[in-house]
Structure formats: C-alpha cells, structure tokens
C-alpha cells in the first residue's frame, strides 16, 4: 500500500517543521554575522521560531487526527505538549541572551540546537509509532549532549557533556532493545496496534519490552534508580541549559511513558512505577538535603519531582494521567524560572553557585531573592503556588486510587524537602555574606522570563481551572 | 433573621483586606513612616470590618453564619466556603484586635527592612483569619500553610541572635506534622468526594462513609499536626525558640493567635469530625494537656529570661484549653474557648510588655532588672494589671475561663479537676516571683535609673490590652453567648453518637 500524505498531514507537522526552518536559518546564518558580535540577533530569530511553533500548536487544534499513515497522532494531549515545549524553549531563549554575553559564549548554534530539540521534544508527544518515538528522542538527545558541553573552556561543562552522551546512549539502547521486544510480542509499532493485541493477553517477551523501555525513559526523566548522572550534568551544562534539560525533554519523555503505558495498556507497569516513584522521592529528597551546590542540589531536587510525577502514574487512570499532566506544566514553570535565575546570579564562568553565595542576597538584590523565593516555595509545595496545587493533585490522585502508603511516603519526602528549599530562602534573607559575591542587574530578557515563570507559577496555584480542564481533556484523549 | 447586605462577603473581605493591603505595599516607595501609617491603617480597617460579625451575629442560630459558598475549582471538587460560628468568630476579631497593635508595638522596635516587615505581618494575619474561617478543607489546608512562611520569616529576619535556628525549628516543626494532616484530608476526600467540612462532617455521623478501620489514623493524622501547633507537651520544645527569637510583633501573633490555629483545630475538627476517636482518646490526650499544665509552668518558674518566662506560660495556658476541649462537657468547652480569647489578650499583652523593656534596656533577663516601679510607675501599673489577668485573678480575664475549664474537668473526672488545678497556684507562683524579682525591692543595676516611663504610644498600645482583659473579666457573657450555641452544636455530636 502506498501511503497517501495528505497537505492536513503538514498541518498535524507545522509546529515541528517551523522550528526545523528556523534553526536552519540560525545555522546557516552563523557564519554570516559579525564573529565577535553576541549573536543576540540569532536568539531573536530563534525566539520568533519558538513562538510561531506555539501558534502552530494552538493552530493544529482545527486539525486533530492521524497523519504519515498513522506515525502522528495530533489530539488535545500533543497539543497541551506542543505548547508546553514551545513555552519552555521561548523562555530559555529569552533567558539565554544574558548568559550567553556574561559567559562570552558566541556560539550562535547555541540557538539552532536549542530549536533543534524541541522539534525532538515535540515529535515525542505527537508521535504514536514507536520507531519515530525512538528517532524523536535521539533528536531531542542529540541536541542537548552538545548543548550540556557548550561551556567549551570548562572541564566539567566537556565532562557533563560527555557523560550524559555515553549514559544516553546507553539507555535509548534499552528503549530501543524494549520496542523490538514489543514488536517481537505484538506484531506492531504502531500505540494504538500494541494496544488492541494486548488487550487479548500479554507474553512474557511483552512484559520484557515494557520493562526495558521504562528503563530507556526512566533514564530520560531521571527517575531512581536510572538517576546517577543527572547531577553531574546538571552541574557542569550551563544554567539555562538545565532550565531546559530539566523540563523540555522530560516533559516530552513523561508523554511518551503516559503514551507507551496508558495507551498501550501496557503489562505490569504498575509495580515499576511503584518502585521508581518511592526510591526517586526518598533518594532525590535525601540527596539534596547535603548538597552545598545550588545547581547539584537543584538536580536532586529534579530527581524527587520525578519521583511525585511517577506516583501519579501509580495512580488509576483517569485522575492520575490529569495529575501528571498538570504536574509537568506546574514544575516547568518553577524550574526553567528558578533556573534561569540561578544563570543569572553564577555571573561569569558560573562561579557563584553554592549556597554560600546566595548569602545576604535579600538585602543586596531585593527582588532578584524574592522570585527565587516564589520558586523556592513551589518548589516546597506551600500554597499559592501551582507547585501545592501539583503536588496536591498529585497526592490526591494517589489516594483516590488506595495507594495509602505512597501518599504517605509522598508526604513525608515533600516535609523533608522542605528543609533545603527553605534553606535557600533562609540564607538569602538571614545570613550575613560570606564573601564579596557581585550581582548583575537583570537584562530586560531575563526580566521578561523570569516575570512569566513567577507570573505562571502563581497563576497555576490560585486559578488551575482552565489548565487542570486542559490537562484533564488531554487525558481523555490519550486513553482511547 | 438579619439579612445584611454585607453579610455574604464580610468574611471575604476581613481575610483579604490585608492581603490587599500587602500587595499595595509591595509598590509602595520606601518612605518608612508612610509604610508604618499605611499598614496601622489597614490594621484598624479590618478591626473595624471584623467588628461587623459581632454586632449582627444571630445568636438563636447554630450553623455557621456569614457563609460563603462558590466552587472554586471543579476537579477536585473544591469549594471557597467560608462560614463562622461563635468560636471562630472571636478568634478572628482577636487576630484583627491584635493586628493594630502589632503595628504600634514595632513602630520603633523595627527600623530596618520596614516595608518587607509590614507586608509579612500583613500577610500572616490574612492567613491566620483564613484559617479560622474556612469551612473546607483544602482551603483551611492552604491558609495553614501559607501562615507558615510569613511566620518563619518574621522570625528568621527581624528576631534576636538565634532567630536562624529558631525559624527553622519553628518551620519543619510544624510542615513536617502538618503533612499528616494533608494525607487525613486526601484519605477523607476520596471515600467523601468532597472537602467541604459539612459535608464530611455528615457522611461520617450518618456512617455513609465507613471509617472504623482508619478512623484512629485519621484523627491521629489531625492530632499530631494540631497538637504541635498548640502545643502540646512533648511537641512544644520549638516554642520558646520561636518566642524567645521572634521580634515582638511576632510574638504577639505567635502567642495571641497562631498556637489557637492549634486548638482551634482540635475542637472544629478532631472533635468536630470523629467523635469517637476523640472519646476514646480523650485520656491519654487530657494527661499530656495536664503534663503541659504542671511542666509547663514548672519550667516557667526557673526561667531567667523574662520573654521565654511568658513562652513557658503559654505552654501550662494552653494546655488548659486542651484539658477543657477533652472535657466534654459543656461548661469545659466553653471555658477553653475563652481561655484562648483571654490568653490571647493577656500573653499578648505580656509579650508587648517585655518588648517595651527590652527596647530601652536590650536585654530579657530579670536579674538585669529590679525596682523598676519606683522610675516606670505607669509601666509597673499595666504590667501589674496584666500579671494579675494572667494569673487569673477574679474580674479578669484569666479567671473566667480557667474556672470554667476547671469545673469541666471536675464534672468528667474529679482527679483531672484536682491535678491541673495546682497549675493554677504555679502561675500565681512564677508570674509575681517574676513581678516582684524586677518591679520591687532596691534599684541595683545603675543602668535602670535614668529609665523613661512609657510614652504615649506605648500608652495607646497598652490601654486597649487593659480595658479588654478588664470587660472580658467582667462581662463575660458577651463572649460566651455566642460561644455556648457553637459549643453545643459541637457537643450534640460528640454526645448524640
């Protein structure tokens, strides 16, 4: 049979394919500017590429249905993704100009990569035929190991790089492993074929398959105990490219697990995610709690957030999936801003990231450590902020479907995080500086970015209806 | 029935007003006497707001009165409803009392970083009177919070030399416990399917929801966070750390309305929602109120500290609350509420005191002191009047509820009665041990001197403290009339099992 594309097909592909262009154009354009200029020109055209891919998101809404024989599903889950993704890469960008000039990085393929990975990330949410699940990812994968190594003077930036590109590749292996077991069992690659097969009774090769693709994306959201390198990378990549790494691809790898688990009805997952959910919070929590690197401690604290995600998978469907969906949105918008602001203050060659730093900072930079303490606090769950109403959902959802013990695991983590997050708020305002720390003021790019993170990250706290209503129709059509 | 128009969103408006009053502030230029008038008059406009629910509180009623009820967020089903029924009622007027006061009490004591310490008090004080009017759960939830953080940092920045540890202590001591409390609620709301506290409420008398088997860690997932918020003996060791550390505006609040979050709590929902869990542990319960009646008053007696003296007060004061809370009887019951509201006023009134001392001589330790009525007369007089408030002396205000609260715990067991009723002899012990150590004798230390009696504001602070421990001592009834419906609405539950 000859497949038959359709022009709606490009449709259900403009967001991807306007990022392709736009990062193309930052590539080739690269060589043409001014050598020691700052490249803020290409970020520009970058940002324009980011926001006209969300456009296309929203646009797409017209046009929800299959495409390329079936490879692309556009349902309201790929778009709440596709937007998600498209925020985060808008305010990374914006958060990058100022970096990028501190840091005297004048890469302009900066800008293309980071475009580049978004089209991996939002292909991952659309596509529902798990080779190009597999070839989104890389292209996501791809783009950030060079992104983690772009502090090129840095050794520990190289080594970042480096180890997240050999353990990378080692676990797409596994995912990759996992699909040809999948396919091995069902006869098919396609989500919604392994579904119907599996709903007439599942194989061991079946039940091997979904284990060896959690593993695969278990290393991607870097949930326990696939979770060892996330705070080496974290520390040695540059700021605003954690902001990204630790939202944007795993994001999109928590809607490939939502896809590969729920759509699929896949076997036995429950007790995996189980597992993962408890030794993430317990070992992300407690690994943070000694950390004097806020960037490190960050990364902890990335690996325990994964570990509240997960707990909403644990939970039944319906509730679970919006939870989980929420839960992403709520986190992207705390930690690209948190971040975004911990590039700010590193000031050149990232050198003021340990807590000791961040001493007096509420008295030198008033405004600076009140947002960091507004995502300080989402980040401990306290209300008003849409990280409570996350975790909330999240502990809700658990409990709605009687896993009593998870929420009380998940509750005693959330009250030992608490004592880090708080950490950085009671050494900002009550600690005396230790040593003479310079703080920048904040370029209008950053403000920008920054404004929109606080600005989100309230907003999901006091009004979630309009997003957890979003949330909760992208759960219904991931489950068909 | 009195249907006024400003009924339906009073409630709004007492929590919010001074929310709104921070968010203004946060724009205001840095103009440190403009902050300091802006925030008093805030302060004053809610006192004045809050007064509306007293004077057109229908007393006949005995459901929650101002309510408020608008779905707020559709999944999970949860509601802004807001109500107050007599007990709920006079805490939120004691918190909008207090709050002027605060402002007064800090207009010299506070003199760096004003504008953030005016928009944290503002903030606290929302969350306190959220606390104590919300009728659902999730939204009590996150008003208990959110008071957490406005505390912590009022501590944290504006107190004394420990104020770091102490603020810390202060904020795991009570996330950790209240966490507990998060997963009772989620347990409730999944076999409810709804926050609301009536609802609940009812699906647990009428047994539609069974909750035989988790009832005892239900009522214990509320307890512990309650019970460390009062607090109650052995969860109370954060107390005099915060008290000692805080500035005194945050003591006030800390002492005067954030520990009756705590048995505010026991009574609206341990009591409130599981009956017979709360029966059944009563005993236990009411021998740790009365360790923390005695040990609490103990250790008030050998402090030299006079801020960490009254800390230790409030120990062996609330725990009467909780004593009179497990009473169940009426009369008990009653009696607690009003000890919250009098220990409110008193220790409040104490807490400023010290603060007044402190600022001329910068130093809590009575021995540093001596004879100070013969150069403070005026100062010597209030102190006096509230000691003896505290102590409960008859016609003020600490002897109506403790009386009542002593009968209670006659009528349910005699030896409850006899045993917490020694506490009443050790506060009469270390609170005019304490009078008589820094206001009589000799002046020893030269320092004291050349001390200035207080000046009018102090005056302005120190009269409404007065006046109030005086009415309430006198007049009682005007509190009582509308504690005793909510009481026993309250009881007819516990007793009608």
């Known amino acids: 049979m000859i497949p038959q594309i359709q022009s709606a097909d490009y449709i259900r592909l403009l967001p991807e394919l306007i990022l392709i262009v736009f990062g193309t154009i930052v590539m080739l354009a690269e060589p043409m500017v001014d050598p020691k200029s700052n490249r803020k020109s290409l970020g520009l055209i970058a940002l324009v590429g980011a926001v006209l891919s969300i456009v296309a998101s929203v646009y797409q809404a017209g046009y929800m249905g299959d495409a390329f024989s079936g490879a692309i599903h556009v349902d309201k889950f790929s778009i709440f993704f596709h937007v998600l993704i498209g925020l985060i890469t808008a305010v990374v960008i914006l958060a990058s100009f100022e970096y990028l000039e501190v840091q005297q990085i004048k890469y302009g393929e900066y800008y293309g990569l980071i475009l580049l990975a978004a089209v991996g990330q939002m292909l991952m949410s659309s596509a529902v035929e798990l080779v190009l699940i597999f070839i989104a990812l890389e292209i996501s994968s791809i783009a950030t190991y060079i992104l983690a190594g772009f502090r090129r003077r840095v050794a520990i930036s190289i080594e970042s790089s480096v180890k997240y590109f050999l353990l990378g590749s080692f676990a797409t292996g596994f995912f990759l492993y996992g699909i040809a077991l999948m396919f091995g069992a069902t006869g098919s690659t396609d989500v919604y074929h392994i579904a119907a097969s599996l709903s007439q009774g599942a194989s061991t090769l079946a039940y091997a398959g979904v284990a060896l693709m959690f593993v695969g994306l278990a290393f991607k959201v870097a949930s326990a105990p696939f979770h060892v390198w996330t705070p080496d990378v974290y520390e040695g990549a540059p700021a605003p490219v954690v902001a990204l790494m630790s939202t944007g691809p795993k994001a999109a790898a928590f809607a490939v697990l939502l896809r590969v688990l729920f759509a699929t009805a896949a076997p036995g997952w429950f007790w995996l995610i189980w597992v993962s959910a408890i030794l993430s919070m317990s070992i992300g929590n407690i690994g943070a709690l000694v950390q004097t690197s806020v960037k490190r401690m960050l990364a902890y604290s990335s690996i325990a957030h994964a570990g509240y995600l997960l707990m909403a998978f644990a939970a039944a469907q319906d509730i679970g999936i919006s939870a989980a969906i929420f839960y992403t949105a709520a986190y992207a918008a705390m930690n690209v801003g948190a971040f975004a602001l911990v590039a700010h203050l590193a000031n050149v060659g990232e050198k003021y990231v340990t807590l000791d730093d961040y001493a007096g900072l509420g008295r030198r930079a008033p405004a600076q450590a009140a947002i960091l303490t507004v995502f300080m606090l989402s980040l401990i769950g306290i209300p008003v902020t849409g990280g409570f109403l996350a975790k909330f959902y999240v502990f809700q959802a658990a409990m709605q479907s009687h896993l009593t013990g998870l929420v009380v695991i998940g509750v005693i983590n959330s009250a030992i995080a608490s004592y880090y997050y708080l950490r950085v708020i009671v050494v900002m305002y009550m600690r005396d500086p230790v040593r003479e720390v310079p703080v920048l003021r904040m370029s209008p790019g950053l403000l920008v970015a920054v404004s929109a993170c606080v600005v989100a990250t309230i907003y999901l706290g006091v009004l979630p209806n309009k997003v957890l209503g979003l949330a909760i129709e992208s759960a219904k059509a991931l489950v068909r | ?497």
């Open chain 2, 1 to 497: 029935m009195n249907t006024h128009v400003i009924d339906s969103f009073i409630l709004s408006l007492v929590v919010f007003v001074p929310l709104g009053g921070a968010l203004l502030l946060m724009i205001l230029p840095r103009r440190e006497r403009d902050i300091r008038i802006f925030t008093l008059t805030v302060a004053v406009l809610t006192f004045i707001l809050s007064l509306h629910m007293p004077i057109h509180f229908d007393y006949a009623q005995h459901d929650f009165q101002f309510q408020v009820n608008a779905p707020w967020i559709q999944t999970p089903n949860i509601h802004y409803h807001m109500g107050v029924d007599g007990v709920s009622m006079w805490l939120v007027v004691l918190t909008t009392f207090l709050l002027p006061l605060c402002v007064l009490v800090s207009w010299h004591s506070v003199h760096e970083r004003v504008k953030e310490f005016h928009i944290l008090l503002l903030m606290l004080s929302s969350a306190i009177i959220g606390v104590f009017v919300s009728l659902d759960l999730f939204l009590f939830y996150f008003f208990w919070e959110a008071s957490l953080i406005p505390m912590a940092l009022l501590i944290g920045v504006f107190g004394h030399d420990r104020r770091v540890y102490a603020a810390v202590k202060f904020f795991l001591y009570t996330m950790i416990a209240s966490v507990f409390m998060l997963a009772a609620m989620l347990w409730l709301y999944a076999h409810v399917g709804s926050f609301d506290y009536t609802d609940i409420q009812r699906a647990i008398a009428t047994k539609a929801v069974d909750i035989s088997g988790a009832g005892k860690w239900l009522f214990l997932g509320f307890f512990i966070a309650f019970a460390v918020k009062v607090p109650l003996f052995p969860f109370h060791t954060w107390l005099p750390d915060a008290h000692v550390e805080a500035p005194t505006a945050g003591s006030v609040l800390l002492a005067g309305v954030l520990l009756k979050m705590g048995t505010y709590g026991l009574l609206r929902f341990n009591i409130g929602l599981f009956p017979d869990e709360a029966h059944r542990n009563a005993p236990w319960i009411v021998v740790l109120a009365i360790i923390g009646i005695i040990y609490g008053a103990l250790v008030a007696m050998v402090q030299p500290n006079m801020k960490k003296l009254v800390a230790y007060s409030s120990v062996s004061h609330l725990g009467f609350v909780v004593l009179g809370i497990f009473s169940f009887t009426t009369i008990g019951l009653v009696g607690g509420t009003f000890v919250m509201l009098a220990h409110g006023v008193s220790t409040g009134a104490l807490f400023t005191l010290c603060g007044m001392i402190y600022e001329r001589r910068h130093t809590y330790e009575i021995t540093e002191y001596g004879g100070l009525a013969t150069v403070m007369p005026v100062y010597a007089t209030f102190f006096l009047v509230i000691t003896l408030a505290s102590i409960g002396l008859p016609l003020l205000n600490g002897f109506v509820g403790e009386f009542m609260v002593l009968s209670g715990a006659f009528l349910a067991n005699p030896v409850w009665g006899i045993v917490s009723a020694t506490g009443v002899i050790w506060s009469a012990c270390y609170m005019l041990w304490m009078y008589k150590r820094v206001f009589y004798g000799e002046i020893t230390n030269d320092a004291n001197r050349k001390l200035r009696d207080l000046n009018n504001r102090e005056r302005i602070i120190l009269w409404p403290f007065a006046a109030a421990a005086v009415i309430m001592g006198v007049a009682p009834l005007l509190w009582t009339r509308a504690i005793d419906p909510a009481v026993q609405t309250i009881l007819a539950q516990v007793m009608g099992r």
